[in-house]
């Protein structure tokens, strides 16, 4: 994973930076399609920096600070909790109503990050016994 190795070679705080400053430079030419009025408007400007600064950069400081401590692929595992919080948090505080497919699909997530956090023997650890 990228930015794994970026981390490794460079601060977490100029990891986030870079990789949101290639995403702002690639989402520019939106700014000119889609009518960008709102963000003008107070409730806007408030909308936009929550999620800008808070729900999204701080976020990804996060993550970045965690790729320090573990391994690019157990990272990206770990992430898929956050889409199975927002989807519980759907069921129970905004009411959306789930098919058993999809509750079935949160089972699975949630069991295959619940196998993924059991701590595994090393092969050192196997042949000392």
Do not use: C
């Not at 520019?28 to 936009?48: C, N, Y």
């Amino acid at each position: 994973m990228l930015s794994e190795k970026l981390v490794r070679s460079g601060s977490p705080i100029s990891v986030s930076a870079v990789v949101f400053l290639i995403s702002a430079l690639l989402l520019s030419p939106f700014l000119f399609i889609f009518d960008m009025s709102w963000v003008f408007e107070i409730k806007g400007a408030l909308v936009s920096l929550h999620l800008g600064v808070l729900a999204t950069g701080v976020a990804y400081l996060l993550f970045s600070k965690g790729l320090v401590q573990v391994q690019g692929s157990t990272a990206v595992t770990l992430s898929l909790a956050e889409p199975l919080t927002a989807a519980v948090l759907g069921v129970f505080v905004v009411g959306e109503v789930f098919s058993l497919a999809s509750w079935l699909g949160i089972v699975l997530i949630f069991a295959g990050l619940t196998i993924l956090s059991i701590p595994q023997k090393t092969t050192q650890s196997k042949n000392a016994a």
